[in-house]
């Protein structure tokens, strides 16, 4: 039986977000990080990464809860929303085919000129692990040139902290990340979750904090993947509350774990009818 278990993207409070319901499933006898495979999508990337790398959960949520010190830490400085507005409604455009939507945005990315070592700093400091772990990992990025599609793993020639880098490298907000002689932005630039990218999973659950905006390409995507039992989480109303306006406010990370935590532990049922 193989199961699968994606992480879609969506930003500070997403991570927290899914750190909160993985950890509530956990208290109630669900354990997702025992997955044959797990696909990270940005703010899933970094998740994904945490739990085939055996990070405690607890530990990860006891972190999330306590409010930063001092602004927050997302990249590219104010004034760059803007930007990352502008790329979401040429994403979001029905008239324009997706690979090549992707592709103006990943231009987009490479034209802000941010710094890439600074931000690979950053993110050195951000993440525990530093070596591809043991388990089928896997994380999903976009080829800023022509905006493929590419999926990253322990054989794809690039170190774990690239690969997570890339995938969480919003554009606009952070720097395409180069692995070889290309360069990567987010993963989430795809919209969606990446379910489709599942496809042989028997069993398969999709956590996506970003449902909101994309819950018909989910939908398809997990029917295209076609396993013999699925289950998408979503945030509901409590949660994108405690997320607010803003993805990249560190200061909701606390709520936004919180929230998690309810979800997960109300759901443990559901979920374990689809996992177990």
């Known amino acids: 039986m193989s199961r699968i278990l994606v992480l879609g993207g969506g930003g500070v409070t997403g991570i927290a977000w899914h750190l909160g319901v993985l950890c509530g499933l956990a208290r109630a006898g669900v354990t997702l990080g025992d997955a044959d495979t797990i696909i990270g999508t940005s703010a899933g990337s970094v998740v994904g990464t945490l739990l085939a790398a055996g990070v405690d959960v607890e530990t990860a949520v006891a972190q999330q809860r306590e409010v930063p010190a001092g602004p927050a830490r997302g990249g590219g400085g104010p004034g760059r929303g803007g930007e990352w507005l502008t790329a979401m409604a040429v994403l979001l455009d029905p008239a324009v085919p997706a690979q090549e939507a992707r592709a103006r ?5 490479l034209a802000a000129g941010l710094d890439e070592t600074t931000y690979l700093t950053r993110m050195a400091e951000l993440l525990p692990v530093t070596e591809w772990p043991a388990r089928d990992l896997r994380i999903v990025v ?4 022509d905006g493929r599609d590419v999926v990253l793993d322990s054989g794809a020639g690039a170190t774990l902290l690239q690969a997570v880098s890339a995938s969480c490298a919003v554009p606009g907000l952070m720097p395409p990340v180069t692995i070889g002689d290309r360069r990567y932005i987010d ?4 919209v969606g979750a990446g379910a489709d990218l599942a496809a042989g999973a028997e069993r398969l659950v999709v956590l996506a904090p970003l449902a909101v905006l994309s819950r018909d390409r989910i939908t398809r995507e997990i029917a295209a993947a076609g396993a013999a039992r699925s289950l998408l989480v979503e945030p509901d109303d409590e949660s994108l509350t405690a997320f607010g306006p803003n993805v990249m406010d560190a200061a909701r990370r606390p709520a936004s774990v919180l929230a998690g935590l309810r979800q997960g532990e109300a759901m443990a049922g559901a979920v374990r009818a689809v996992w177990s």
């Not at 976009?142 to 040139?145: E, Q």
């Open 142 to 145: 976009v080829d800023a040139a």
């Open 105 to 109: 945005v990943g231009a987009m990315a």
């Open 187 to 190: 993963g989430g630039v795809r």
